[in-house]
T-cell receptor
């Protein structure tokens, strides 16, 4: 079935390294994508978003890349810090689903000092 | 402060009991959502409402009910028909205007069964 999923359930990096978190989606009708960060016991926090008419968008220390050809989304975190340790979710909005979002399963990012 | 509040932070339910989780937002958002999150898993949509006095079932609505009598409030009732209610419940809101579809989340309510 159609889904939004992540390639790796866990990712461990050293402090100061760059992190790349990947997400695959299968619905070519999706027009909007979001990355969320969720710390333990808290609600998801918006990080960055991108529309389907874009390939790349940058924020503060984060970059989202969208490859529509292979239906792949990635989140890059520069100079990863211990405070970046969390679960990261991608979400997609499908054109046929109104305002609903479909979430991936999440990747646990652990930053080692 | 503008945002989404959920209460209580922890909630205990006895067998056969209905419990209601509160969600309030002062962001003037039209749409509100309820998600369930089980340990180590993603978010699953229970119910959503795009406008006052209207709501739709999500992917796992069985055993739950909602109401949307006011724009700022979207309470979720976990009924006795929900046989496995232990989970982390998240409320979100958004404005469905084009270019503003991001959903913003509350801090969550953890429901435990006694």
């Amino acid at each position: 079935g159609e889904s939004v999923g992540l390639h790796l359930p866990t990712l461990s990096v050293q402090e100061g390294d760059n992190s790349i978190i990947n997400c695959a989606y299968s619905n070519s009708a999706s027009d909007y994508f979001i990355w969320y960060k969720q710390e333990s016991g808290k609600g998801p926090q918006f990080i960055i978003d991108i529309r389907s008419n874009m390939d790349k968008r940058q924020g503060q220390r984060v970059t989202v890349l969208l490859n529509k050809t292979v239906k792949h989304l990635s989140l890059q975190i520069a100079a990863t810090q211990p405070g970046d340790s969390a679960v990261y979710f991608c979400a997609e909005k499908r054109q046929t689903s109104g305002s609903r979002l479909t979430f991936g399963e999440g990747t646990q990012l652990t930053v080692n000092p | 402060d503008g945002g989404i509040t959920q209460s209580p932070k922890y909630l205990f339910r006895k067998e056969g009991q209905n419990v209601t989780l509160s969600c309030e937002q002062n962001l003037n958002h039209d749409a509100m959502y309820w998600y369930r999150q089980d340990p180590g898993q993603g978010l699953r949509l229970i119910y959503y409402s795009q406008i006052v006095n209207d709501f739709q079932k999500g992917d796992i609505a069985e055993g739950y009910s909602v109401s949307r009598e006011k724009k700022e409030s979207f309470p979720l009732t976990v009924t006795s028909a929900q046989k496995n209610p232990t989970a982390f419940y998240l409320c979100a809101s958004s404005t469905p205007l084009t270019n503003q579809e991001t959903q913003y989340f509350g801090p969550g309510t953890r429901l435990l069964v006694l």
